[in-house]
C-alpha cells in the first residue's frame, strides 16, 4: 500500500516508518522542512519526501493523489509561537481538504483520551481536530491514547528528570491523578494494526497499558526499576502556575509545554472498555515497569530513533532550517580561532561528539552557569543534552542550539543557538583540508542591548573558546 506519513520528523512517525517499511509499504513521508529529514538512514527505495506546510494550503499540492492509506501525526502543544489550538484547526482543515482530493480511502489519527467533560486546553484540541476530520470521502480511525512511555517520549523524559535528580519530591497535587500509560511499542503495533483493518473504520477507541496508575505511583515504580529510594509528598495548594514552574525548572521541558502538561495531567486519562483488542489480536500489553526497562535497553545501546526534542519549538525555525544555513556577515561580531591538526578523522569526531554528557570540552561550568542563567530567562537551559552520544543528524536539539548543518563529508558541524539572546547566534566547527580546524562564533546583534550584550561576554569568550578548540584538537 501506499502510504502518507504526515509529521514524519515527530517523535511517533520516527518509530512508526521503520515497521511501515519493513512490511513492504511505500510511504511519503511529509515534512515542513525537508533538509530536517534525512531519509537514506532508511536505506528503502520505497520512501519518498514531500515538504508541505499544512499551515500554507498552497504547499500541500505537493502530497500525492494515489495513496491509500494517511496517518495524521501533527500537533502543535510545543510550539512557543501563536495559539496552538488555532493552528491544529487550520491544519487539520487543509489536510482533510487536500485528502478529501487523493485516493485515500482512510486517515488513521492518533489523538488523546477525553472520557471527562472539563478537558485541558490540549486535549479540547485533539478532540476538536478528531470532529474536523471526518469525511465522507474518506474512513477515519481515531486512536486515543494516555501518556506514551519510551525512550525519548516527552513523559519518560519528564518522569526520568524528576526521579533521577530529585531524592525528595515535593509535587502538587495532579501527583494524585490516574492515568493508564502505554508503551511506544504497543502504541505503534495499533497504528498498523488498524490499517486498512475496516471493522475500524469511522471509529475510535481508547488505548493504554494493562493498568492504571496515578502519576505519584509512576514515580515510585521508576524509581525501583532504577533501583533508587524516594520519597514523594504531595503539597495541595500549588497553583497551576508554580507547579508549571516547577516542572520547567526541575525537568528539560519548555515553560509553554510545561503549562500545557500540568493542565493535562489534572485530569483523569483512563481507556473506555471497546474492542479494539479482538479486532487487532496479537497484542501483548507491557506493563509500565517493563515499558521503563525497554526504554533503557534502547538508551544504553544508543539506539533512541526520536525524542520529543526533536520538534522545533523556536518561533525563529518556523520558517524552515535551511533560513539560517547562511551565516550572516554584514553587522556581525565574531570570534575565530583555528589550530593545525594531526588526525583529522579523530578531531571529526570530536566535534560530533560535543555537548550533553560529554560536555563542551572546555569550561564547562561556565556552559553550566549560562544554561542555568538561561533557564531563569525561561530559555531551553542546558539539559535538553542529546539524543545520541556520537552522531549527529540536522534538526537534532543539542544542549541550547539546534543543529541545522553537519556533514562528515564536508566535516563540518553548524549549531544554532536557541537559548535566549537578544539577537541570534551561530557556533561553527569546519576542518579544512584535513589539517586546519576553524571554530567561529557569530553573533548578530539586536538593537543597542544586543550590542551591550556581546561585549559583556567578550571576555568569558576569550577564555573559553581558545581552550575549547586546544581540547577538541588534542582530547
Not at 491544529?88 to 488523546?112: C, H, M, P, W
Amino acid at each position: 500500500m501506499k502510504i502518507l506519513l504526515t509529521g514524519a520528523t515527530g517523535y511517533i512517525a520516527q518509530r512508526l516508518l521503520p515497521v511501515l517499511l519493513q512490511n513492504g509499504h511505500e510511504v511519503v513521508c511529509c515534512v515542513r522542512d525537508r533538509s530536517r529529514f534525512n531519509h537514506q538512514r532508511y536505506q528503502s527505495e520505497n520512501i519518498t519526501v514531500v515538504q508541505a506546510n499544512f499551515l500554507e494550503p498552497d504547499s500541500l499540492n505537493e502530497i500525492p493523489l494515489d495513496i491509500d492509506v494517511a496517518y495524521y501525526l501533527i500537533h502543535s502543544m510545543s510550539t512557543s509561537v501563536g495559539d496552538f489550538s488555532k493552528m491544529e484547526d487550520v491544519s487539520a482543515r487543509n489536510f482533510k481538504i487536500r485528502i478529501e482530493q487523493t485516493n485515500a480511502i482512510q486517515v488513521i489519527y492518533l489523538s488523546g483520551i477525553t472520557n471527562i467533560e472539563k478537558l485541558s486546553r490540549h486535549l479540547s484540541s485533539r478532540k476538536n481536530v478528531e470532529e474536523l476530520l471526518k469525511s465522507e470521502k474518506y474512513a477515519l480511525t481515531t486512536l486515543r491514547a494516555g501518556i506514551i512511555i519510551g525512550s525519548g517520549s516527552a513523559s519518560f523524559e519528564i518522569i526520568r528528570d524528576l526521579v533521577e535528580k530529585l531524592p525528595v519530591i515535593i509535587g502538587p497535587s495532579w501527583l494524585n491523578t490516574r492515568s493508564q500509560p502505554i508503551a511506544i511499542r504497543n502504541v505503534v503495533e495499533y497504528l498498523i494494526g488498524v490499517m486498512n483493518n475496516k471493522p475500524t473504520f469511522n471509529n475510535s477507541y481508547d488505548i493504554g497499558g494493562p493498568r492504571v496508575h496515578t502519576y505519584k505511583e509512576m514515580l515510585h515504580r521508576f524509581a525501583k526499576v532504577r533501583g533508587l529510594k524516594r520519597w514523594i509528598g504531595v503539597v495541595p495548594v500549588m497553583t497551576p502556575r508554580l507547579s508549571s514552574y516547577w516542572l520547567y525548572f526541575v525537568t528539560t521541558t519548555s515553560y509553554s509545554l510545561a503549562k500545557h502538561l500540568v493542565n493535562s495531567m489534572k485530569v483523569e486519562i483512563i481507556c473506555k472498555e471497546s474492542n479494539i483488542n479482538e479486532l487487532i489480536g496479537g497484542i501483548k500489553l507491557i506493563g509500565f515497569n517493563k515499558a521503563i526497562q525497554l526504554a533503557f535497553g534502547k538508551i544504553e545501546q544508543n539506539q533512541v530513533l526520536s525524542s520529543w526534542k526533536d520538534a522545533l519549538t523556536s518561533s525563529v525555525l518556523n520558517d524552515g532550517i535551511s533560513k539560517h544555513i547562511q551565516v550572516p556577515v554584514n553587522g556581525c561580531y565574531t570570534d575565530k580561532s583555528q589550530l593545525e591538526i594531526q588526525n583529522s578523522e579523530r578531531v571529526l569526531q570530536n566535534i560530533l561528539s560535543i555537548g550533553g554528557t560529554k560536555g563542551w570540552y572546555y569550561a564547562n561550568w561556565l556552559w553550566k552557569m549560562r544554561g542555568a542563567i538561561d533557564k531563569l530567562a525561561g530559555g531551553v537551559g542546558l539539559r535538553r543534552g542529546r539524543k545520541n552520544p556520537t552522531e549527529l543528524m540536522v534538526g537534532d536539539s543539542l544542549d541550547f542550539w539546534r543543529v541545522i548543518m553537519v556533514s562528515r563529508e564536508e566535516k563540518r558541524l553548524l549549531l544554532y543557538a536557541e537559548m535566549k539572546l537578544p539577537g541570534e547566534a551561530w557556533l561553527e566547527f569546519r576542518i579544512i583540508n584535513d589539517k586546519i580546524l576553524t571554530q567561529t562564533a557569530t553573533f548578530r546583534p539586536l538593537g543597542v542591548w544586543g550590542r551591550l550584550y556581546w561585549f559583556s561576554v567578550l571576555p568569558f569568550h576569550g577564555f573559553i573558546f581558545p581552550g575549547m578548540i586546544q581540547k577538541i584538537a588534542k582530547s
